[in-house]
């Protein structure tokens, strides 16, 4: 699905049961069918929108089948086109609690290294830093009117996945398990692709753009803990077989 003068945009089909993922701007939506409705996990940035609809018509749906979206945590570029999708659709919006005002104002996101310093030190991250500033990541507006996603239980929406909170990446990131169909979407907990420094590879995202590492890989236990799924990261591909290996990937791989 390419875009005039925009990162090109790619529909992964079936990644999971019911499950697919709309890549952009090396960002990552995942649309989750049950039955006549959808659940959209993460809104991308602002030009993912069209895309969006391209692929809800690609796999036979309509935008107004989508009633919820989940957003795993507040930052920018998995928050991008919540409030025009809320505006349009009436879909509920949730995100958790300890993210909703970062939902309100997505660029105030802590930190613990300053990120001036990686497109110098990590030369391999430019392509993604580029397209993600393409596809309009400097102009993310902030939500409102969102619900609150609990920390845990199953939640009540299309694909009823169980919520598993991950604190590091953000203060109230959560991930969402689909036992049933034997995958995770994980956010940024754990990616297969960083960003701020195009390294690949189970990890967590560096400290540009992650509240507290130590918390971080502590939440990684929480993700090891589900044994063998399709992980499902915000950024990278798919990463298939029993998530303790994926964990002692990111351990060994530390944190930049």
């Known amino acids: ?40 996990v993460d809104a991308g940035l602002p030009a993912t929108h069209g895309y969006l609809l391209q692929a809800l018509a690609a796999i036979g749906r309509r935008p107004e089948d989508v009633v919820a979206l989940v957003i795993t945590h507040a930052h920018f570029d998995h928050l991008g086109t919540a409030a025009r999708l809320r505006d349009e659709l009436g879909c509920r919006v949730l995100v958790h609690d300890e993210d909703a005002s970062l939902a309100e ?17 990590y030369p391999a991250a430019l392509p993604a830093l580029a397209s993600m500033t393409a596809a309009g990541a400097l102009w993310v507006r902030g939500t409102t009117r969102t619900e ?61 753009a992650t509240a507290n590492s130590r918390l971080a890989f502590e939440s990684l236990e929480v993700l090891a803990a589900l044994g063998s799924r399709t992980l499902l990261p915000g950024h990278g591909a798919p990463w298939r077989g029993d998530l303790r290996e994926a964990v002692e990937a990111a351990n060994r791989a530390g944190v930049a």
Request: proline fraction near 11%; hydrophobic fraction near 30%; aromatic fraction near 8%.
């Open 148 to 208: 609150a996603l609990p920390g845990s239980g199953t939640l009540d929406v299309p694909g009823s996945p169980t919520v598993v909170f991950t604190p590091g990446h953000t203060f109230g990131h959560c991930a969402l398990d689909f036992p049933d169909r034997g995958a995770v979407i994980a956010g940024d907990a754990l990616v297969t692709l960083d960003p701020y420094t195009g390294e690949t590879g189970p990890r967590v995202v560096a400290g540009a």
């Open 105 to 121: 104002h997505p660029y105030r996101y802590l930190h613990e290294r300053p990120r001036s310093r990686y497109p110098l030190r």
């Open 1 to 40: 699905m390419p875009g005039a003068r925009r990162p090109r945009a790619t529909l992964h089909r079936s990644v999971a049961p019911g499950v697919h993922r709309l890549e952009h701007a090396y960002t990552n939506t995942y649309l989750v069918e049950d039955e006549d409705r959808l659940t959209l």
